[in-house]
């Protein structure tokens, strides 16, 4: 950078910090202006490359900011509150970025006028307090009783994804799902099992009331015992190995050497044997399924299928322990241990064919003494679809969103407008409050207050709606006492977004503000340590302590942008 000795529109010379502070929010804002139009519903898609060659079309902010490599560390800052913003609450991260983005953006132009940085923290952090308090003044009820309401939290949080008919499908799984696990206003999420599985369409996703667990992972069975199994044990007495039923296991070690004809028939013979064993002890407990968590030799199967034992391999560890707690069974590690005091009991235990594969839906016995939890009656598996691996993980993606979004909001039992309705509102509420601070940090709450109305200013602009006007109107129905009135880009109109079924939870708008405001300030205020303990800077070597606080080539790192994809673009000038 070599504009050191350029003057400031405030008369100040440019210094050094202002430069590095210059290439912090520049990192910062750049990151912004890049998701910045996935907003809202009418959010463009990005197209992501990488080395591998895998492309990625999306318009959700978490998705892209996860793919793309983030090298500049003012600008990992603000991925690492988009990351952050995701694991608390799992959504607003677009807002949440393009927030800060705003806030570093007015942030700079405050200081081009003579704001010292500390007075804009200060201004900051008083307006997010106040916003804040605006959220909670503005929440509206919700009835967890109201499908219509948790369909509308469930619309708003996938807006921009899908279509209108698979986006109302999706949520209502997630729905059903909930009513599953919910006890009034609290939500066990713990209880639900997500598979996806690819093949067939997202429409055949579908909720099971119990456990759905893979049969059919190995495709290396010659036999197939189907022909003397039933479809369904009901009700089916479960046994659980926490081990594995071939001769390996039986002999403890890996291979046999067998040199003449003789040795071999007496292999065989003891191979036979053990496996008759395996058999008989499994089918001696009464058992009608059998989970094993490693694999199971085809003989074994066979014998047991003869006996009409439904034999599982490979099953996964938690589903071992969910098996445990639904039935009752207990995990032994070797067969021989077996006993029919390990085993439990399944209401029901259906075999279903699932696109490549086959599951085993158990469902648990109801609780004898009407209590709920501990038989884990209540356990619900999603089986979500789609016609790739892809769009059956992104299915999967989108009901967890709506699954997390509702208990936000069931726990909470409130909601918030949205479409930029809030923001409208805390914006209008700062300028009111900033008259009541002193000077600059008055204007830093102002600057807060505009930071806000990026937010629907964004969402109106991509329903294609002029923005000026758009924020103009709103302001006067905000001004007119109208609280929740912002943009329903459905039909891009300006209303009552309440009533508009565009509502999402407060904690998103809580955390979004609070992170973005956090991530702004850290930004703002690193530039004075960075003047202090760089290297080269003979004039203030006092500083020197401040080394630890990280490298100190932050400004000398921007020579263009300051993310790249891949890293075809690593060090674009
Ligand atoms: P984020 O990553 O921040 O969640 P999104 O792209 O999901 O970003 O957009 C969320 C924003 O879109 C929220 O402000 C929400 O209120 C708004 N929104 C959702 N649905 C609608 C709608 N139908 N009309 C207008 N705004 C909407
Ligand atoms: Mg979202």
Known sequence: MSNRTQTRSNGRPQSRSDNAREAN?????ALSELIRT???????????????????VTNNGSSILNRIDVRHPAASVIAELAHQQNERVSDGTTTVVVLAGELLSNAERLIETGVHPTKITRGYSLAASRAVETLEENTVTVDPENETHLRDVC???ITGRWD???????????????????DGRSVNLEKVTRKSLPGGSYYDSRVVFGLAIDVAESSTTFVSPDEYLPNVFEPATVAIVDGQLTIESAKGQGTVSV??????????????????TYADVIAGTGADVVFCQKSIDDPVRYLLARNGVLAVERTRRDELHELERTTGARAVANVTELSSDD?????????????????AIVTAEEPSDGTDGQTGADHVSLILRGGTEHVAEETKRIVDDCLLVLKLVIEEGSVLPGGGAIEMEIARELREYAPTLAGHEQLAVEAFG??????????AESAGMDPIDAIAELRTRHGNGSSSVGIDATDSSIRDTTQAGVIEPLSIKKQAIAGAMEAATVLIRIDDVITASRKDDHHDASHDHDHDHGPGGFV???????WAVGHSQGHSH
């Open 556 to 562: 000398e790192s921007t020579g263009g942008l300051p």
């Open 259 to 276: 040199t003449s004809p003789e040795q071999l028939a007496e292999f065989r013979e003891h191979e036979q044997e053990t496996y008759r």
């Open 164 to 182: 209108e008919p698979s986006k109302n499908f999706l949520a209502d799984r997630a729905i059903e799902t909930l009513e599953a696990v919910r």
């Open 155 to 157: 619309t708003t949080v």
């Open 450 to 459: 505009d930071a806000l109305e990026t937010i629907p200013r964004t969402i």
């Open 38 to 56: 996935t907003l809202g519903p009418k959010g463009m898609d990005k197209m992501i490359t990488t080395d591998e060659g895998e492309i990625l």
């Open 25 to 29: 929010f520049q990192a910062g804002r």
């Open 343 to 359: 085993t439990g009991v399944a209401k029901r235990i259906e075999r279903e064919p699932v696109g490549s594969t086959e599951l």
